[in-house]
C-alpha cells in the first residue's frame, strides 16, 4: 500500500490524530511532573538526570506538534526536503517523520 493512499485515507489519519493527541496529553503530563515536583536532593547527577528527560519530553512534543500540524494542513507523509512520499513503513514507526530515509541519512550528515 502506499503512502499516497493511507495518508489521503481518513479513517487512518483519524486514528493516527488521535494516537498523537494522547501521546500529546501523555508528554504534556510528563513534563509537567517533571518540571513541578523538583525536590533538590542536592546529588547532581539526578539533576542532570532530570534535565536530560525535561529536554526529551520538550523534544518529544515538539515531534508530536509538528505532525499534527503537517496532517493539519496536508502535508503529512511528503518529506520536507524533496517532497517525496515518505514510505508507509517509516511514518508507522516513525509517526512524526518529516523526511525520507535518503533525506534524513543526508539531513543527519
Not at 61 to 81: N, V
Request: net charge negative; aromatic share 4%.
Amino acid at each position: 500500500m502506499s503512502v499516497d493512499i493511507e495518508v489521503s485515507d481518513q479513517g487512518w489519519l483519524a486514528g493516527l490524530r488521535a494516537s498523537l493527541s494522547e501521546d500529546f496529553a501523555a508528554q504534556t503530563t510528563r513534563l509537567k511532573e517533571l518540571t513541578e515536583i523538583s525536590p533538590d536532593t542536592g546529588d547532581p547527577g539526578e539533576a542532570h538526570n532530570r534535565a536530560a528527560l525535561v529536554a526529551a519530553t520538550r523534544h518529544n512534543l515538539e515531534q508530536i506538534t509538528g505532525a499534527l500540524r503537517r496532517i493539519a494542513d496536508g502535508s503529512y507523509g511528503r518529506c520536507e526536503k524533496c517532497d517525496g512520499p515518505i514510505p508507509a513503513e517509516r511514518l508507522e514507526v516513525l509517526p512524526h517523520a518529516r523526511f525520507c530515509v535518503p533525506c534524513q541519512q543526508k539531513h543527519q550528515g
